[in-house]
């Protein structure tokens, strides 16, 4: 039971690993499943694809999925961020032009003036 726990904690681990490390589990695995034979040959590389192939291959379909979902949710967050960001300036933006915040601020003397004041007007707020 422990054996299959810590495989799949393994494979969870490897899940969550930086995108750099699934791209090139897939483009190793890419060049051993479609290269040919003659480079494999070339590259002392034939017999370990012949002992291996069907496990090149779970990798190659694993890999790939892991590399399609982690693209999917950089892209998805990066939007979600880029939205954020939006709402925030178009936010600030309203503030500025609600409150007039340069014209209030120049009034005072100092920023003490400033503190007081607004220590004095939050609690009416």
Known sequence: MSTK????????????????????????????????????????????????????????????ALLLINLFILGKNKFIRHKEIERKKKLLKELRELFEIEELTSRFKSQEDCISWSKLVAPLL
Do not use: R
């Open 5 to 64: 726990t810590n495989w799949y904690g393994n494979l969870i681990d490897f899940a969550k690993q930086k995108i750099s490390v699934v791209f090139w589990f897939f483009i190793c695995s890419v060049i051993l499943l479609f290269s040919s034979d003659k480079f494999l040959k070339l590259i002392y590389l034939d017999v370990f694809v012949n002992y291996v192939g069907p496990i090149i291959g779970f990798i190659f379909i694993a890999s790939g």
